[in-house]
């Protein structure tokens, strides 16, 4: 488990991730790989920046699932 409870923002995230894999991008077109989102760029710490690419990549594996 996670170890806490999803905030509106991870579901947001996991949506996304959905999204764009029902749009058929690749799990490489995570947002949060772009420069622009990294915690440099961002002032985000690892920790948050991490959770937000989990929950995006998530969303994206549990959407492929259902279309593989």
């Known amino acids: ?3 806490q409870e999803m905030t509106e923002t991870d579901e ?3 949506t996304q991730g959905a999204e764009a894999r029902a749009a058929g ?3 490489f077109d995570n947002p ?3 420069p ?3 915690p440099a760029a961002t002032g ?3 920790e948050d920046w991490q959770r937000k ?7 994206w594996k549990i959407e492929d699932a ?3």
């Open 1 to 3: 488990g996670r170890g």
């Open 12 to 14: 947001r995230i996991l």
């Open 25 to 27: 991008r690749t799990v």
């Open 32 to 34: 949060f790989l772009r």
């Open 36 to 38: 622009e989102q990294m």
């Open 44 to 46: 985000d710490s690892i």
């Open 53 to 59: 690419h989990d929950e995006w990549d998530a969303g």
């Open 66 to 68: 259902i279309r593989s």
